[in-house]
Nanobody, 118 residues
Framework: QVQLVESGGGLVQAGGSLRLSCAAS????????MGWFRQAPGKERERVAT???????DYAESVKGRFTISRDNAKNTVYLQMNSLKPEDTAVYYC????????????WGQGTQVTVSS
C-alpha cells in the first residue's frame, strides 16, 4: 500500500506561482509512475502531468510551458511547480501512483485546493 499526502495548495492571484508536494509513505515511489490530476467544480477529473520511473514527463496541453512535474526519490516526494497561474487552473489537485504493470492509477491522495483569483 502507498499513502499519498498532498500539500502546498492555496489562494493565489492570476500570474502567480505555487508548488504542490506529494509525500508518500508505505512504499518507495521509485517503483511507481506518478501523476498529478485536477478536478474543478462541475467538471470531470483531468490529467495534468505525469512522470515515469525514468523521469520522462508528459503534460496536458493546457499546462504545457507553465507547469513542471518532478520527483525526488530520495525524499519519496513528487512535486508540481505551477507558474503563470490562470483562474481556469482553479481545482482540487490530486497526486496518484501506479505500478508499471497497472493500467490505471492505483493510489490517490486526498487532494489539495488551488484557487486562482483574477
Amino acid at each position: 500500500q502507498v499513502q499519498l499526502v498532498e500539500s502546498g495548495g492555496g489562494l493565489v492571484q492570476a500570474g502567480g506561482s505555487l508548488r504542490l508536494s506529494c509525500a508518500a509513505s508505505g512504499r518507495t515511489l521509485s517503483s511507481y509512475t506518478m501523476g498529478w490530476f485536477r478536478q474543478a467544480p462541475g467538471k470531470e477529473r483531468e490529467r495534468v502531468a505525469t512522470i515515469s520511473l525514468s523521469g520522462s514527463t508528459d503534460y496536458a496541453e493546457s499546462v504545457k510551458g507553465r507547469f513542471t512535474i518532478s520527483r525526488d526519490n530520495a525524499k519519496n516526494t513528487v512535486y508540481l511547480q505551477m507558474n503563470s497561474l490562470k483562474p481556469e487552473d482553479t481545482a482540487v489537485y490530486y497526486c496518484a501512483a501506479r505500478r508499471i504493470v497497472a493500467i490505471q492509477y492505483e493510489y490517490w491522495g486526498q487532494g489539495t485546493q488551488v484557487t486562482v483569483s483574477s
